[in-house]
């Protein structure tokens, strides 16, 4: 088991550093060997994760839709809203969505197949607005495949400007004045009202998932003392 835990750890590291490099340089000009320099590891060691850069791309393409889990909430929709949220708050320094946002709309290169990622967020969105519907939270007209198009579509353009202009620092804020332009037009208004669309959410929902996230790791590491204490002693 601590084998297979270093292995994980050892692959995330290798993830990072390579979305960070992403991030930098671009994927035409990012190297190996700066990957390798980054994340402090063998040759040996990427290789057995990754077999080549298209891999480590790739990987760090689908990571960060994996990466954006939001505590479940009785209103679907404030779920969807949370997870943009979420997203724009962690843009600013989270090296996989940073490293995963250039990858996905960086322009020139034809040999990195990028629809992985826009496909994966607008399934995401998708099952969580076809939830919300099933709920009766989004009105009847609205088809939710398309509106899940619309909003990927848009978030990529917030973002890629939010960059440009603050690195990325004013993209909550650019969200939510999105999601109260666009939002009156899906919500059932009996819903829409209560919907926290606060800027500031972002911040504290990640705050919260990290922390969960800490607890979690620290009771397995205990339990797994615990388990290795009881072999000893019998």
């Known amino acids: 088991m601590a084998q297979q835990d270093r292995a994980i750890r050892t692959r995330r590291v290798i993830l990072e550093a390579a979305a960070s490099v992403f991030d930098d340089q671009g994927y035409d000009r990012a190297t190996i060997a700066e990957v390798l320099e980054r994340a402090g590891v063998t040759k040996g060691a990427l290789y057995f994760h990754f077999a080549s850069k298209?891999?480590?791309?790739?990987?760090?393409?689908?990571?960060?839709?994996?990466?954006?889990?939001v505590e479940p909430q009785k209103i679907k929709l404030q779920e969807f809203v949370d997870a943009g949220q979420v997203l724009a708050f962690r843009l600013r320094s989270?090296?996989?969505?940073?490293?995963?946002?250039?990858l996905a709309v960086e322009q020139g290169s034809n040999r990195l197949d990028r629809k992985r990622s826009m496909l994966s967020w607008t399934r995401f969105v998708e099952g969580l607005l076809t939830e919300a519907k099933e709920r009766g939270e989004v009105l009847e007209s609205i088809v939710v495949h398309e509106t899940a198009e619309l909003f990927v579509g848009a978030f990529a353009g917030l973002q890629m400007m939010s960059h440009a202009l603050t690195n990325q620092a004013d993209l909550c804020y650019r969200l939510t004045v999105f999601f109260e332009h666009t939002l009156p037009s899906v919500a059932v208004p009996a819903i829409l009202a209560k919907l926290n669309l606060d800027p500031e959410r972002g911040a504290k929902l990640d705050a919260a998932l990290q922390g969960k996230v800490l607890a979690e790791a620290e009771a397995e590491t205990g339990a797994d003392a615990s388990a290795d204490a009881d072999v000893a002693l019998h």
């Open 54 to 69: 298209e891999q480590l791309a790739l990987a760090v393409l689908e990571e960060h839709v994996v990466d954006i889990a």
């Open 94 to 102: 989270d090296p996989i969505q940073r490293g995963a946002a250039r």
